[in-house]
Every structure is written in C-alpha cells, then in structure tokens.
C-alpha cells in the first residue's frame, strides 16, 4: 500500500507539471488562538465536488511553510485547524498576517492555491519599558510646552494595538496621544499651569496606555516630574527629521548620521548630551549614539527581508534637564545577501533496492530576497539514477529513475543546488543521503584483541581505569552498541564489587580502592551487543595488573620491639673483632624495589664498637673488648625501604657483655620463681608465625623472636628478655593479601654454641602459654633433626 501510494503521489505531481494549471481559492480568514479542529471553511461547497468525490479523488493539503497548520476532514468536507495558531508568532508585526496553502486533488490532479488570514485579537496588553520615567522641567517652562514620555509597547496590531495614553488626575499636566509615520503612538505631557519649585518640588504621575480591544487592556508606569530651577533654553536639532539610507550589508559600527543641537544656555546648561528617546527593542539592539558628538552608529548589521527601515526618536539634554528631540528615520537598502533555502519536507530512507519510480524525497525551496534576488531554479547532478521534478510554485518531487541495486552502492548522497536569478547569483547546496536496505549482518568488532590495563593501588573510588572499544559497519540501530561485564563461572572475587562499566561508551571504573597485597591481578570479559534484530554480539578479554605503592612501613620481627620487657643480646668480652651480636629480622609488605630493606646504625652507647651490615642486618664488633668497656650497650637502628618516598622503622637492641660463655651447651640462669607452682623458671622463647601458602607463590614466613635472658640472684638486676602469650597485633599477617593466620605458636628452644660467636636456635616440642618447661640435654638429642631444619644463625 505505502508503494502503490508513493508511485500515486508521483503520477499526481507529474500531471500538476504538464498541466501547470491550478485555481485560487479563498481568501478564508479566522481568529488567532482558536483551538485545534476549529471549522474555517467546507472546502467541498468551494470546490463544488461532492463529499463522496473528497475521498475518492484523495484530496489534501500541503501547507508552504512546511508545517501542518491546517487539516482536511474528508468525510465531511470541512477544512479545520490543525493546531492553535498565534499571529504575533507567525507574522509579528506585519498585517495582514496570511498563511499559503494548496488543495490538491490526486484523481484526477487538479491543484488550488488558498491563503488563510490569521487575524489578531486582543490577547496582549501595553507594557512599559520602563515602570518609572523621570522627567526634568524646569520651573519657567512656558505654557502649552510639550514633554516625550516613553511609549508602550503591544505586540498586537491595528485597533487592537495601543490607541491611547490618559495621565491621572493633577493640576499642572495632560497627555496627548501622537502618531508616528508607522502607525505607533507615543504619549507627550503638556504643560497647561506653570510651574514653581519653591511651591512642589516635584509631582508623581500616573500615566496609562489603552489599547483599541473590547474589552480594552491597558498598562501602567508612573511618571516622576523633577521641577528644576532656573535653566530657560531647550536644545534645539538643526533638523526635525533625519532620513537617510544605509545597505543591509553594513558591519557594525558604521556611521549612519551625527545628528547636532545647540542650547543657548551657559555653562553646564548649555552643554547636550544625545540619547535616543524611547527606542523599541530592536532599535536599542541596532543603533548607538555617542552622547557627546552625536554620531549614531550601527550596533550590528541589519537585514532588509527583517526591518527594511527604523524611525527613532533622538533627544538632547542639557545639563539644566532641559531636551529637545528630533527624529531619525532610516532606510535598509536591499541587496541579493540571502542565498536560497531549500527545505524538505519529507524524505524516504533507506529506499528499498529493486523498486523503481520511488518517491525518496519532497521538498520547497524559498528565498527572502525581492525582486530577482527572490526567484530561484533548483538543479541535482545528471549521473544519479534520480529525477527532479517540480509540482507546483516551489515545490518539487524527488524520484528514483530505476531500481536501485544495493550490492551495486549502498548509498548515495545527493545534492541540490538551488540558485537566484540576482546580482550576483547566489545558490545553495542542500544534500541528502539516500541509503538502500540492509539487514544487520555485522558482528560488533573491539579495536584490540585483548586488553590490559594498569592503576595503582590505593586509587580513588570512582576513578576511570580505561576504554574498551568496538565498532559495527552496520547503521543505525544495527550498528549501536552495549557493553557489559562478562565474569566467568571461576571468578574467586565478585567482579561487580571491582569494577563497572559504562553501557554506552565502554568505559571502565574501580569501583573501591585496589590493595595490590590482597589483588596482583584479575581479568574478566566485555561483551559488545548492538541493537538489531536479532542482535548480533562479540567479547573481549580484559586483564587489570595493579601497581604497587610503597604505602607499607617495614616490620621488625627480631627482636621483638613491642615486649614489656627489653630483649638483652650476650656479648663475650673475649669475642674476637667481627663477632656476631645478634640479627635484626624485618619484612615488608610491599614488593619490588619497595620490598628492598636496608640497615642503619644511628646511634650507640659507644661509638665505634659496633656495626650493621646495611644488606642484612647483622650487628658485629668492630675491635676487641677491653676491660674499660662498659658492661651494658644500648644500640638504635634504623630498617628503611627502597620505596618513593622511603618508610623506615626504628630498633632499640640492648647488648650485655659477659665473662666466659664458652661451654657447649650454656644452660639458662634462674631469674625469677614461678609464685604458683613453685619451681624455677629459667627458658628461652621463640614464637613463629606462618603465613598461608598458595601454590601461586612463595612460602611467606614471618618469624617474631623473643628472647628472654635471666641471670640468676646475683645477676638479676641485668634484667632478661620475655615474649608475652596469645596473639600478637600486627604479627599474623598474609603478604599476598589471600588470608591470614588464626594460631599462634610458642616453641621451646635451647641455644648451643661455643666462644666463637656462633650459635644456632634449636627448635623442641611445642609448648603453651600456661606450662613453659625448661630446656634439657636429653631434649637436645631428642630433637637432633629439628635443629638441622630449623637452626638459625645467632
């Protein structure tokens, strides 16, 4: 039906082009602001056709400014609005206000030129620019001396325009209502009782604008009458009235007249100052005047086919108040400055293949110009398999001249050029694309085969990790696109707590801060989808690598900083320059460069007796020990980071210098008495905390040492080393950020070793919090085997 309709539509206007006849009809008329389906006319009785004859000849009506104002009952005949229409909207101040149409009757065609006049009401009432006007009369101003006051503006026309001004009643002012050349009134005060300062000072008017409506409307400003002392001379123009002319093509800031007045006055009453006096709008938009020189000048270029001329009040003010006005009347000159506009009204698209003698488009072409400057001929290129042809005054028909082969070309973009007949000539291209039908046979294709992306960790919220990105050589619906997030059946973390994606554009976010200790990596898919139907659809394979951030300070585990009580390290006085004291253990949480630990020694009780070796944190001698050494060292070291910026910890080490510590095996002093059970309790501690092992990844393996030396009674004051029981803050913690620990583990250990300085931790049973049994020869042959997996360099 749509075809058979097209090629009907085509046959019509091919016979409107031969025949080239058509037949007036009207003018019908009808108020503005009448509601839609409002009767204007039976075009039936005008046409002389019978109802029957409306729908069977398939009568219609085609409006030439492209917009359905009006509308054809054909079963009835009557021709109704389509939709309100408002007069000042369609035409603005010009009157009468007429809309063209055509009536065409399809079978056989016959075509009627119409016109409908809109015609105004009053639905607008007079507004003051201004809602107080100021005026400056000095007090010696003869009778029957007039006065400008600002007029009122009404975007209605003719009677229902402003037809009157009435002042409120007072003893010294009337109004009178003049006329300018266009048709606007204006009010004037005329002084009719003279006045005198020293009696009023001033007087409050209240001037009001009645427009011509039944009933009528009106506006209101007040009109405040400064009475000046002394100054008798108005400016006086040189002219009552200015006319010049000036082409529409002018760039702003052109001269268009200096206007000049003179005052007899002196000093700062006979100096003028110009302004224009009442200015609409559109005036106040386009002119400027110097208010020293007089010159008036354009504020922007004006248009002929808009406001082909102005008329303006210009007022001279002297520094007494006093004014007087000329009047400015200015002519826009046409010239050929606006080029053809071609508008279509419809437009087919895509146009199916095999299917000749389609309608694809039909437009209007206009050109606001007068004269030639307003005649146009419209044209498209000769090698496309289209036709041109006109239907009527301005409009024409696009057809196709034979069917269409979209494996041939799939599109084509056609130009028409439309061209006045001024001097010069100026012509306008409008193109059109015309596409032939497709189906939706493209799958979304991604820019890359895979992505990665990389972001730090400890990120902002929200923050925009990168775009994923697909294409579809398919059109239109065919060819938008939908991302989303794809997780596979394995996924171990919730993809939706990690990341988002936007719909639309494909772009990613981290929707909470990454921890690279607890997240290296993770991938997932994103799917692309368009909008066809069926809908076609493709995916991607996305990687995330997190980048670590030195945000971990390094952590001591040997010797243990956070125990009630100081760890004391046994130094012999015979041991022999390089002897090892002890070990500082520590981690870092981190990785890369930012895991890399160094040692520092800051401070010592005496300088120069010990170093740290910076790799791994050995404490050593430097020299032999005398007997001036003083028995008790406090050592200060610093574990620092690689990271930017650098993290680094403290470490306290207290160093007790004995005599001897030669034997093989070195049994533990007593230092204290168990109160509850009553029995010496002399031992050494070691607490291990393991973390979880992944197959991913190293064993990761925090050792937390405490060491408590006792003395016993006559060496109690030197004080020992203990480890407090349960779980320590901070100790069992996961490196890769996969889990932590939940035990604790205590291990009874004996230290062997001789005078050379090395010693190795022993590991025995394991022991707990409430029972800490002592170590024993027979424990150490026992438990042989775990000192040969377990010994630890002292």
């Given amino acids: 039906m749509h075809s058979l309709r097209q090629r009907q539509v085509l046959v019509f206007f091919v016979l409107l082009s031969v025949s080239g006849a058509s037949t007036e009809l009207g003018p019908y008329s009808i108020e503005e602001e ?18 029957t004859e409306i729908a069977t000849r398939r009568a219609r009506i085609i409006s030439q400014e492209g917009k359905e104002y009006l509308q054809l009952n054909v079963q009835s005949g009557d021709l109704l609005i389509n939709e309100k229409l408002d007069r000042e909207e369609l035409c603005g101040p010009t009157e009468p206000c007429v809309l063209h149409f055509q009536v065409l009757m399809e079978n056989p065609l016959e075509v009627f030129q119409a ?89 409050r008017l209240t001037l009001t604008a009645l427009d011509g409506g039944s009933p ?53 009453n006979g100096k003028v100052l110009y302004a224009l006096s009442q200015p ?17 000048r354009l504020r922007k270029e004006v248009d002929f086919e808009t406001i082909p001329s102005y008329e303006v009040d210009v007022q001279a003010t002297d520094g007494g108040g006093l004014s007087g006005k000329c009047t400015l009347l200015l002519h826009v000159v046409d010239i050929n400055d606006n080029p053809p506009e071609v508008m279509l009204s419809a437009l087919t698209s895509p146009v199916p293949e095999n299917s000749p003698d389609e309608v694809v488009a039909v437009f209007t072409v206009r050109d606001p110009d007068s004269g030639n400057n307003g005649k146009v001929i419209s044209s498209i290129e000769e090698d496309l398999p289209f036709l041109l042809k006109p239907s009527g005054k301005n409009f024409y028909t696009l057809i196709t001249k034979r069917a269409l082969d979209r494996e041939e070309r799939a599109q084509y973009n056609i130009t028409i050029s439309v061209t006045d007949l001024g001097t010069p000539r100026l012509t306008t291209q409008h193109t059109i694309t015309v596409q032939v039908s497709d189906v939706n046979d493209n799958t979304p294709a991604f820019t890359q085969t895979s992505y990665t992306l990389f972001v730090r960790e400890n990120n902002s919220p929200a923050l925009h990790i990168g775009t994923i990105s697909a294409t579809d050589s398919d059109s239109g619906s065919n060819a938008h696109i939908t991302y989303s997030l794809l997780p596979s059946h394995d996924q171990q973390l919730t993809l939706a707590s990690l990341i988002s994606i936007n719909t639309d554009n494909g772009q990613l976010f981290a929707l909470r801060a990454l921890d690279y200790e607890a997240l290296q990596a993770f991938e997932f898919r994103v799917g692309a989808t368009d909008q066809g139907s069926p809908a076609l659809s493709s995916q991607v394979l996305v990687r995330v690598l997190v980048l670590d951030d030195n945000d971990n300070v390094p952590f001591v585990l040997y010797p243990l900083q956070n125990a009630s009580a100081p760890c004391t390290e046994l130094l012999p006085r015979a041991a022999e320059p390089g002897y090892l004291v002890t070990k500082v253990v520590a981690v870092d949480r981190d990785s890369g460069q930012n895991a890399w630990l160094s040692f520092q020694l800051l401070k010592a009780t005496e300088p120069g007796m010990f170093s740290v070796w910076a790799h791994n ?46 034997q093989p095996y070195l049994p533990l002093p007593e230092v204290a008495r168990d109160s509850e059970h009553g029995e010496d309790s002399l031992t050494l501690y070691l607490v291990i905390a393991l973390a979880s092992v992944s197959s991913l ?58 005078s050379s300085g090395t ?36």
């Fill in 34 to 51: 009448r509601e839609r389906g409002t009767f204007v006319t039976n075009l039936g009785k005008d046409l002389g056709v019978e109802l």
């Fill in 280 to 296: 609409s709008e559109d005036i106040s938009k386009t002119l400027e005047v110097n208010p020293i020189t007089g010159e008036i």
């Fill in 216 to 268: 009528p409307r009106s506006g209101m400003a007040q009109v405040l009458v400064e009475v000046v002392d002394t100054n008798d001379n108005a400016p006086e123009f040189q002219q009552a009235m200015y006319q010049v002319q000036i082409p529409e093509n002018s760039p702003p800031g052109s001269l268009v007249v200096t206007v000049s007045a003179n005052d007899l006055d002196s000093g700062d």
């Fill in 115 to 203: 016109e409908l006049r809109v015609k105004d009401i009053n639905d607008h009432s007079p507004v003051f620019s201004e809602r107080e006007m100021i005026l400056k009369i000095p007090e010696n101003s003869p009778l029957e001396n007039t006065f400008p006051l600002n007029n009122a503006l009404d975007s209605d026309v003719e009677v229902n325009n402003i037809q009157s001004y009435k002042l409120s009643s007072n003893s010294h002012f009337l109004v009178v209502t003049r006329n300018r050349s266009d048709g606007r009134k204006y009010p004037e005060l005329v002084l009719e009782k003279e006045l005198d300062w020293e009696e009023e000072p001033e007087l």
């Fill in 697 to 754: 990844f190293l064993l990761s393996v925090l050792l937390f040492v405490g060491v408590r030396l006792c003395r016993k009674a006559r060496a109690a004051s030197l004080g020992g080393c203990s480890v407090p029981e349960g779980h320590f803050p901070g100790h069992l913690v996961d490196v890769r950020g996969m889990g932590t620990l939940s035990q604790s583990y205590q291990y009874e250990v004996c230290l062997m070793g001789d």
């Fill in 759 to 794: 010693s190795d931790f022993n590991f025995l049973k394991p022991v707990f919090p409430s029972s800490l049994p002592q170590c024993s020869g027979k424990e150490m042959e026992e438990n042989s085997t775990l000192q040969n997996s377990f010994g630890f360099d002292h």
């Fill in 617 to 662: 944190g050995e404490v050593r001698t430097t020299r032999l020990l005398s007997e001036r050494d003083a028995t008790k060292h406090r050592l200060l070291l610093l574990v620092k980071d690689n990271g930017e910026p650098q993290r680094s910890a403290s470490v306290t080490l207290h160093v007790l210098v004995v005599d001897g510590f030669s």
